[in-house]
């Protein structure tokens, strides 16, 4: 019987040939951390009398939540983790210094390859299947247990095969893909599954639109996403200046099972836009424009869209013209790198003259820590991943969740806008 790309990736691990629904003790290429997260694996590792990490370069920690600090309790949270580093002389611990956002981050250093099984304290850890590799989130004593052993337990996910066909028309990326996936199938239409996309319409995205897409397959309930290798994958792996690993290419049998296949023309679709309360809420923009939706605030940025073209399409939209005086703008590059390579290329300049602010690399605003909250009755356009009650700040507060180029139009316009027109 044919093996899917995941099924594969975890025979190679485990060394002997499985299938959906078995249950696997697999080693693991890359545990991730951050701020948040990490202190309560830390103290579930000390406890366990724990002396060393089982794998200390497949471990990293990444502070990017809450960092630079917003208050004493997020430090203190911090001061564990570089406690934990300096200890343990870890390899792979970024800070201030040279921070990002995680799931941005690590594919920039090179840190996960193509066929890796990762684990991250943190859901949107499968942004990483867009590398041909296996990524999941799981929870704090989950990392714990995989920083003692080198491994953790996995039930083998079933696979939902996702074909885009055709080729994107303007202003469709990868978070429009995505938002078209769940608006099909729901928040659960995948639960512990993975969502394996392939087909013709994959060709057409680059790598940033591809993590994207990963980035919120687990807001479909998936286990996974996932994408095969190419030659795009193959480049941007190549253009890394260190890799930590060599990578492994696994691919989908042609008779592999699959729970279900959707088949998705891409070419016929315009940007998407989520309405509160759920990812799955997608209108298009042409109806979404219709409804008339004021805004208070737009947010480019996160492990979704805060990428470096990300930033070249909101400058792009941007350039001579202003933020309308109803809103604010806040740009959060991924990582100081994308930040700098802005800065170089002139996205930076241009944004902060149509008077967007530009933040550190943070997933504050995402999450409704800091740097963006929302407070009562207000709205927000953002790229970001999760559009729940009280996601960004106040209960009572709206977020619609879109591409770059409908977040950054809106900006001008003051209300949702379609960047076509």
Known sequence: MGQTITEKIFSHHVKREVYAGDIVDSTIDMVIGNDITTP???????????????????????????????????????RISRNFAKKHQLKYFFDEKDMGIEHALLPEKGLVVSGDVIIGADSHTCTHGALGAFSTGMGSTDLAYAMITGKNWFKIPHSIKVEFIGKPAQHIYGKDLILEVIRQIGVDGALYQTLEFCGEGIESLNMDDRFSLCNMAVEAGAKNGIIAPDSITRDFLASRSHLRTEPKEFFSDKDAQYTQILTIDIGKLEPLVAFPFLPSNGKGISQAVKEKIKIDQVFI??????????????????????????????????????????????????????????????????LGGYMGILGDGERCVSTTNRNFIGRMGARNSEVYLANSAVAAMSAIVGSIADPRL
């Open 301 to 366: 940025g996160s492990c979704t869209n805060g990428r470096l073209s990300d930033l070249k399409i909101a400058s792009e939209i941007l350039a001579g013209k202003k933020v309308h005086k109803d809103v604010r703008l806040i740009i959060t590059p991924g990582t100081q790198q994308i930040y700098k390579d802005a800065h170089r290329l002139g996205y930076i300049d241009t944004l902060l003259e149509a008077g967007a602010l530009i933040s550190n690399p943070t997933c504050g605003a995402c």
């Open 40 to 78: 309560l694996s830390i103290r579930a590792f000390e406890e366990s009398g724990a002396q060393q990490l089982a794998n200390p370069d497949g471990f990293c920690i990444v502070m990017d939540h809450f960092i630079p600090a917003k208050d004493i309790a997020s430090a203190n949270q911090a």
